[in-house]
Nanobody
């Protein structure tokens, strides 16, 4: 059974940094696509950063490009999201997710393609 457990959320002032981690366990056939999504109160879940762990290709939302970096440590089975220059608009519940995809090419970017999800970790950025 696939299990995703996020950690690293918290409260930070604008301009600060946080590093989110997602511990991945269990077998997931073809689960090369992994990603971070977020959902603010009253908002739809949106893609933040996604990664094809086979090709190494990553995709970032325009709002986080240059500030966030997604990475995967296969030795530790951990997906990370390094966030810097945080803004109040980055406040949300952040989810880690996994999807089946080809090991070549770009990662899926739509949430509906992802079938395994973590429970989420809250990020709050104050001005």
């Amino acid at each position: 059974q696939v299990r995703l457990v996020e950690s690293g959320g918290g409260s930070v002032q604008a301009g600060g940094s946080l590093r989110l981690s997602c511990e991945v366990s269990g077998y997931f056939y073809g689960g090369y696509c992994m990603g971070w999504f977020r959902q603010g109160i009253g908002e739809e879940r949106e893609s933040v950063a996604t990664l094809n762990t086979g090709s190494g290709n990553a995709n970032y939302a325009d709002s986080v490009k240059g500030r966030f970096t997604i990475s995967y440590d296969s030795g530790k089975n951990t997906l990370a999201l390094q966030m810097s220059s945080l803004k109040p608009d980055d406040s949300a519940l952040y989810y880690c997710a996994r999807a089946a995809c080809s090991p070549r090419g770009d990662p899926h970017i739509t949430a509906t393609k992802y079938t395994a999800w973590g429970q989420g970790t809250q990020v709050t950025v104050s001005s």
